[in-house]
């Protein structure tokens, strides 16, 4: 009976919430929503018919050891389609549902860049809204929690303060990128070996090598954006300082200055340059623990070799070429975006411009809302206007 009830998606997220979802993830949730829970219903069955067949002590014991095996299943099962009902279901408006689906668009694109010119596939996507200051993801083909099944997509949380800001996105389809590409192993090991001569900061930056990747890759599609909207997630107290053994995230402190050093080495002298003036100011590192100050001072001087390792040193995840050979930063240059806007001028959220560049018009978002504050409310109704609009256009239209 309990079973009947996983077999219905609609009992996990309204079918209004479904019509929201671009047809190919409907498509690929639904069956996987449905396969697992017609695998937990064929389970019962066979426990159904154990049951009847059962005649001494022994059998009917053997039947409660698996009664109890199927109930765990049961809610391992139900968590799996719990989580992807509840990210279907904070689809709850057509306004939140449409800068969603613009949210997936968005992590889409940026896969297609480097994964079908080498060879793999582009997960699809599902992004979901949640409270809190960061995003994160359930990676695609990670093993769910019924034990069995692989996740059919990249479940993305962005959270509400960012969603006119989404740079946290590509940090995240960047993690789903690393992933199928091994690029995580692969950076790790350059990390240790081009910084060799300080042990301590080779193994320290080694470690964070998972982090690193996907800064970088949001780095390369929006620009000095990401890197503000790094710095406005990690500042607050001393936690730019924390530095906690085996949590893949760099200290803040570092972390915000290596982003710094990725504008500088493809950018040169910009507003970038106060942040980091600011940042330094605001956070003396005479505040942090001295074994994390020691391990600071060391990788300070090595930053400007840390971007070229992971920007610009080829690497078999991206067939033998770096990052950079397949998403050209320059492409997100502050002065290329001004030329961007005065291209598009009032058409900038027109199918076109959404078609060819909404990677761009994302960085061109962010970048102003780091370098021109008094205009946050203007540049937020921009952003949402061709976000809406991209999250239209992902619907399929009705015949």
Known sequence: MAVVGLRDVTNFAAESAWRGVERYLDVALRRHLEGAADQLSRRADVLAAELRA??????????RVHVVQFRRR????E???SFFG????SRTTPRLGALLRACDALAVHSMESVLPPLRRDVPPVLTYVDKGLGASILRAGL???????????????????NLLRPTALIHESGHQVAHILGWNE???GALGQGLAESPEVAEAWAAWSSEIAADCFAFVHTGYGSVAALHDVVSGGATVFRRVPADPH??????VLLGVQMCVRFYGAGPWDDLARAWVAAYPLRAAEPGTRALVERSLPLLPRIVEICLRTPMRAFGGRPLTAWVDPLRVRPDALAQLARDAGGSIASPHWLGRESLRLLALSSLRYATEPERAAEIAKDCEAWMLRLGDESLPKAA
């Open 54 to 63: 059962a005649t001494t002590a022994g059998e009917l014991e053997q039947v």
């Open 74 to 77: 049961y809610l391992q099962v």
């Open 79 to 81: 968590t799996a389609l």
């Open 86 to 89: 509840e990210a279907i279901n």
């Open 143 to 161: 093993r769910l929690w019924d034990g069995g099944t692989l996740s059919p997509a990249a479940a993305i949380k962005i959270t509400r303060q």
């Open 186 to 188: 692969e950076l790790a």
């Open 250 to 255: 760099p200290v803040a402190y570092v972390r």
